[in-house]
């Protein structure tokens, strides 16, 4: 099989590179929040994955892949995932004309920041509403629940909620203004210094078009959360990189003897283990990238087994860099700490190892 880029590809990656060196958490003088995703939005990257009739740019699986894995590489904290990545594909499965023409351009141009409020007290990693509950009023629907580990929760402009409507089976979806009365978000700083937010909804009222779809959105819920986790592993492989080059940096450095510690055969022997491992969980971020137009059942599994293959490879590269780097890897000063934190929180971003293994085994082929 053919893994060369095409020529804009090529240049989207360098283009993301750099741009990500300049705007990521370890650089100077980085760009403020709002004017480097208002920069996102003046690349095109904004644009990725919308239909051209709107303004975007069309499939953009292979592309969301590489700005991933530019923005792990640099620490990059931006709520792409969230906006264009995951309720993007909500809003274009399940939006009607009028709200894809309403919210689709705002988004590209930057102006609109959506995060999905899906995950429960007590339900895991489970996608569908239980707690969450819409009630049908006369002009619409009233929201009241909770759902936790919102993330881009403090700078978003709408979320996207799932709720199960009374007297209905199945899992709804609303578009909730984030400054609504009745919505009350509770802010907190995730494990790699990161922010995501529990919603508490106390009679939200919601207008009768903020219903996204006509039916149960419990599959189209599942794909788009499968479009972001691919996203999510190619963000991983990008710091997993970083940290290989890095590690391998400071054995070339640190003297030992007389010589370079990386001449020492065992850690030589350590860094080849480490190389297949980034290797393999690369191979699988692009395997998931190119699954995610397949059926839902070859989708899923390809997802499942990238997740849990990348899962891996960051525990034994993120442990591997810390130890290696000695007492400096452990310090908050120092950059490998960062990264090794990011992949933390990747490992339990919508299912960890047990959730996919169990996924797998439930998926038939």
Not at 154 to 162: L, W
Not at 168 to 191: K, Q
Not at 292 to 313: F, M, N, P, T, Y
């Amino acid at each position: 099989m053919n893994f060369d880029f095409s020529d804009e590809q090529s240049l989207l990656k360098e283009a993301a590179d750099r741009w990500s060196a300049d705007n990521g958490g370890l650089a100077k003088g980085a760009a403020a929040p709002d004017t480097a995703w208002r920069e996102m939005a003046e690349l095109g990257w904004l644009s990725l994955g919308f239909d051209p009739a709107l303004g975007g740019l069309g499939e953009g699986d292979v592309e969301t892949m590489l700005l991933g894995e530019a923005f792990g590489a640099n620490l990059v904290r931006t709520p792409f995932y969230s906006t264009v990545v995951l309720c993007g594909a909500l809003l274009s499965r399940l939006g009607s004309a009028v709200q894809k023409a309403c919210f689709l351009p705002a988004i590209m141009a930057g102006e609109a920041v959506f995060a999905f409020a899906g995950a429960e007290p007590g339900r895991r990693y489970a996608f569908d509403a239980a707690t969450t509950v819409a009630r049908v009023t006369g002009n619409g629907f009233v929201l009241r629940g909770e759902k936790q580990v919102v993330f881009d929760a403090a700078v978003a402009d709408y979320f996207i909620v799932s709720a199960a409507v009374e007297g209905e089976r199945g899992t709804r979806l609303f578009i909730v203004d984030s400054r609504a009365d009745g919505v009350e978000p509770r802010h907190f700083t995730t494990t790699d210094g990161g922010q995501a937010s529990d919603l508490v909804l106390r009679e939200v009222a919601v207008a009768a078009d903020a219903l996204l779809g006509d039916g149960d959105a419990l599959a189209t819920i599942e794909m788009a959360a499968d479009r972001a986790i691919a996203a999510w592993c190619a963000d991983a492989v990008g710091g997993m990189d970083h940290l290989l080059r890095a590690t391998a940096e400071h054995l070339q450095t640190r003297r030992q003897f007389g010589v370079p510690i990386g001449k020492f055969q065992a850690l030589a022997h350590r860094m080849a283990d480490l190389l297949v491992e980034l290797e393999l969980a690369r191979s699988m971020a692009i395997f998931a990238t190119l699954s995610l137009g397949a059926a839902d059942a070859e989708r899923k599994r390809a997802i499942s087994q990238a997740k849990q293959q990348v899962i891996h490879a960051a525990r034994c590269i993120g442990r591997q860099a810390i130890q290696l780097h000695g007492g400096m890897g452990m310090t908050n000063e120092f950059h490998v700490g960062h990264y090794f934190k990011r992949l933390l929180v990747f490992e339990t971003r919508f299912g960890d190892a047990s959730y996919h293994a169990d996924r797998i085994d439930a998926v038939a082929v």
